[in-house]
């Protein structure tokens, strides 16, 4: 007997993607802007929609989805959203992304706002297939939001009960919304980012302050930010853009690397204090603080950069980097091992729960030191008792546990993955070192994207093998959703009544 | 005066025979064997009827009496009588003897109409907190989310730190942000005037910001060493309290609690203590932990045998100064004789507190000197009040005092050159004859 309701899920899954068709009208409009060929979109469309009202057609369940099915829902429609989104790829005629393997992969990054890339040569890319890219960052950062902060929780992944459902400060009441109102309010706040972001960047435009910013630009980058995803429509990232548009682009990262339910009821109940008063938050800018002083003191003392520049490039890769959003405002892979020990380990923390941003998060970074400091605590004490406690609140035990199993997990999928890396490299004798291919792992499962060497903040994906990219898009897919959905559905228990 | 007991336990026959001699009392109860005992020792009418009815209140001249003490071992019965008491006779003052903080939260923000509210664990925790010598205030009234707090000090023999005990008030360092606004002294309210000063023996009001009503904590603390490390074995709901109210006088806390889930409830609740999983029976833990290094050791255990035990291992480990908690009235003499160094019994306490209000001067005046009364107001300043823009050094002399000032949600504590804006609230105490003059001032 299978315990799961399969049907049901798929039914549910193919009402959500035929939803997803309504994306592509976005770059139809684009490519009919700019006189290109709407085709790859209209069909990528049409067939979505198609996949969609089919699938939810030929399924029936017989029972409602539950906690059970929606760990199936999530995994699915994410895999199925990756592949709609790379029909456009494949359809383009576009050379770089002509193996389905490669198309896969940047439709993968992009869903999963990675911002990891097999381009080589950005300028054979037409206005719309470029802007494709940057919004599918985008939509891909929409379905995080919702994911993390109305659907994982209700899964109880990770310890997520605890951390990013509706469970505030002591001054809020205890509301438990429905997912449809979360979904809602977080939403407005990713417009809104968005829409303020792109108006800072055109208005730079504008003024002439920065003359290679123009509202394609704008938007498109504005896409990425806010996702965290770091695509851009640049060869050379942000290397080009002026000083002002870098110090923007910094903070906006920073924004949307802050957690919206936080930012949601600081901004409702303007009391801007709740910003202070959150562990995470606090811990969050202390760590970038840090992350960015370290690479300053390195660029400065290594006589690589100085003065305004050392500091902006400094916070700029340091918070683009632990952001996960993966923009690079100089070419890192010139730097010194120092600054690459630091940005990889700043791939490790990400951002804060309940943002766009990958990686394990600041708050499971908290909550394991105090777990630890507890554990160490009843080493020496045996009978003491002690509660971990986040923002004052305790959190239960449940959720301790869930930490950190998602940190060994996590841990775990980073080492398996370098593993393979390695190995496969070394069957093809590629040109990566040890280190370089550690960095990717990390780097694709903390959905940061750029890595070392040829896959550098300037360089691309394109020379791994097939195996290796296989290898990639698992880490990315695997990492976005929070690694356990995935798992739980490979063990008999998911399975068995 | 003409007083109501509800409840002849051992709260209510402790009252009795505290009150019996000066007073008439009746005292209310369901169990006719605990009535007969009273109404044989002490001349006293009896009612075996349930206090917290309104037919029998009214039946029994609720109206005439000048007190109803609510005092049966049951929260809710207390409060109804209390509720009713006020309902039958708005001019009779009501006490309700409650075990549960959130009734007392409740009353402190005015929200429930009763005259004075008594918790047991309260009570005792501040008898403990007394016996240690860290003197902790007693909150009567809040205002602005807290921001403001009445409180209210016993002044003991031999307390207080230099230079401010038996100074005019005026030349002693109080702690900032607050003010003294009235000295109970026996059966009499003393106005704080600057030539006045404050006397062992006295009880104190005062107006002031939180951090204030620990500064007068400090201030009042008995001179000698501080105790700042204690163990409370037992985490019922006197334990709690006791943990609670030292923790806020910044003492270290560590509660021995033999339940686990009981444990982990305390580990949550309480925020800053170290909360143990053991008993007080081990003498293996007591060791571990170091407990005979403590500077005091609260036993509040349910069973005045194992607290017995448990204190005399303690001290045997090097504890040099335990406390009680007693539960049994004859327990407090054999544990003092056994080396206990205090035996604190709640209901006892409780009593006390309850007998102190009956006899407070505030409480009195409603039989006696009608004009006399004190009360705290909490006005909105009329823009067009003349006392608006003047420093307040300039303000006339009168009876009243205003100790704070509410401005856009934050409190503030004036002094000389403060002045009062418009739309500012003010928290007035003041003679009750002048109600209508300050009100009209404001």
């Known amino acids: ?497 | 005066m003409k007083i109501f007991v509800i409840g002849a336990g051992q709260v209510g026959s402790a009252i009795v025979e505290a009150l019996h001699d000066e007073h008439e009392l009746t005292v209310f109860d369901l169990d006719p064997g605990r009535l007969n005992y009273l109404s044989h020792r002490y001349d006293i009418a009896t009612v075996e009827e349930n206090g917290a009815s309104r037919r029998v209140l009214r039946e029994a001249g609720v109206a005439g009496a000048n007190l109803v003490i609510a005092c049966t071992s049951r929260d809710e019965t207390n409060v109804i009588a209390a509720i009713f008491a006020r309902g039958l006779s708005p001019s009779t003052k009501t006490i309700v003897r409650t075990t549960d903080v959130e009734y007392l939260e409740v009353w402190r923000e005015r929200q429930l109409d009763i005259d004075f509210m008594v918790s047991t664990e309260l009570e005792t925790a501040h008898a403990v907190s007394r016996t240690i010598g860290v003197p902790a205030a007693r909150q009567t009234d809040v205002f602005a989310d807290g921001q403001v707090q009445i409180v209210e000090f016993d002044v003991e023999d031999g307390a207080g730190r230099p230079g401010v005990i038996g100074l005019p008030l005026r030349e002693a360092a109080l702690p900032e942000n607050s003010k003294v606004v009235a000295i109970i002294r026996g059966e009499r309210i003393v106005p704080p005037r600057g030539t006045e000063s404050i006397q062992p023996g006295d009880r104190i009001v005062v107006i002031g910001s939180p951090v204030a009503a620990l500064a007068w904590s400090e201030l009042l603390a008995p001179r000698g060493q501080r105790v700042r490390d204690v163990v409370i074995f037992g985490g019922g709901p006197a334990g709690t309290a006791i943990a609670e109210l030292l923790l806020t006088q910044g003492i270290s806390v560590r509660v021995v609690e033999v339940h686990r889930e009981r444990a982990e409830d305390l580990a949550e609740q309480l925020h800053g203590a170290r909360v143990y999983h053991a008993t007080g029976f081990d003498s293996d833990f007591l060791e571990r932990e170091r407990i005979g290094r403590a500077h005091a050791a609260v036993f509040a255990m349910r069973d005045d045998a194992k607290n017995l035990y448990a204190a005399t291992l303690a001290r045997s480990h090097g504890v040099p100064f335990t406390i009680t908690i007693v539960h049994e009235a004859v327990s407090a003499r054999i544990f003092e004789q056994a080396g206990i160094d205090v035996a604190i019994n709640p209901r006892h306490v409780t009593a006390e507190e309850i007998v102190r209000f009956a006899h407070d001067p505030r409480t009195q005046q409603v039989a006696m000197l009608e004009g006399d009364r004190y009360e705290i107001l909490d006005i909105t300043v009329r823009p067009e009040s003349r006392l608006v823009r003047t420093p307040f050094r300039e303000l006339p002399m009168t009876g009243s005092v205003i100790g704070a000032i509410v401005r856009n949600g934050e409190a503030i504590f004036p002094h000389g050159d403060s002045m009062l804006e418009p739309n500012d609230r003010v928290i007035v105490f003041t003679e009750s004859s002048r109600v209508p003059q300050v009100e009209k001032a404001l």
């Open chain 1, 1 to 497: 007997m299978l315990g799961v309701d399969v049907l049901a899920a798929l039914n549910l899954v193919g009402a959500l993607i035929k939803y997803l068709s309504a994306a592509f009208l976005f770059p139809t409009a684009v490519a009919l802007g700019y006189g290109e060929s709407p085709w790859p979109f209209v069909i990528a469309g049409v067939a979505t929609a198609a996949a969609g009202f089919g699938l939810e057609a030929v399924t029936r369940g017989k029972e409602r989805v539950g906690v059970r099915e929606g760990f199936l829902v999530v995994v699915l429609l994410w895999l199925l959203a990756a592949a709609s989104g790379a029909l456009p790829y494949l359809l383009s005629g576009e050379d770089q992304l002509s193996n389905p393997v490669d198309a896969y992969f940047e439709s993968m990054s992009g869903f999963t706002t990675t911002g990891a890339s097999v381009l080589t040569d950005f300028e054979a890319l037409n206005h719309s297939l470029a802007m494709w890219r940057q919004f599918s960052c985008w939509v891909g950062g929409m379905g995080i939001i919702v994911l993390a902060l109305a659907v994982l929780p209700r899964l109880r992944v990770g310890g997520r009960q605890m951390f990013e459902t509706e469970a505030p400060g002591p001054e809020v009441e205890r509301l438990t919304v429905t997912i449809r109102d979360a979904a809602r309010r977080f939403l407005v706040l990713y417009f809104g980012i968005t829409a303020a972001e792109t108006v800072v960047l055109t208005l730079l435009g504008w003024t002439g302050i920065d003359d290679r910013m123009g509202p394609y630009e704008a938007l498109a980058h504005s896409f990425a930010t806010v996702a965290t995803a770091g695509f851009s429509t640049q060869a050379r990232s942000f290397e080009d853009f002026g000083a002002a548009t870098q110090w923007t682009v910094a903070v906006f990262m920073v924004i949307a690397g802050t957690n919206f339910a936080l930012m949601y009821r600081a901004i409702l109940f303007r009391r801007f204090r709740l910003f202070a008063r959150d562990e995470e938050y606090r811990l969050y800018v202390v760590l970038l603080g840090l992350g960015s002083a370290v690479l300053l003191v390195e660029l400065w003392t290594s006589d690589i950069l100085a003065g305004e520049a050392a500091v902006r490039h400094a916070v700029f890769n340091a918070v683009s980097t632990m952001t996960t959003t993966g923009f690079a405002s100089a070419d890192f892979n010139q730097w010194t091992t120092l600054t690459w020990v630091t940005l990889v380990a700043l791939m490790f923390f990400g951002a804060s729960a309940g943002s766009t941003s990958g990686s394990v998060k600041v708050v499971r970074h908290l909550l394991v030191g105090k777990i630890l400091r507890r554990e160490l605590d009843q080493a020496v004490h045996p009978e003491i008792v002690a509660a971990v406690r986040l923002n004052r609140e305790r959190v239960d035990e449940a959720a301790v546990r869930a930490v950190t199993v998602f940190i060994l997990l996590y841990i775990g999928f980073f080492a398996v993955g370098a593993f393979a890396l390695v190995l496969d490299a070394a069957r093809v004798d590629l040109a990566a070192t040890a280190f370089e291919l550690i960095a990717a792992s990390a780097s694709t499962l903390g959905n940061v994207g750029p890595a070392f060497g040829f896959a550098g903040p300037m360089g691309s994906y394109e020379p791994f093998p097939d195996v290796s990219m296989l290898i990639f898009t698992a880490l990315m897919f695997v990492g976005r959703i929070e690694l356990i959905p995935v798992v739980v559905l490979f063990t008999r228990s998911y399975w068995r009544v």
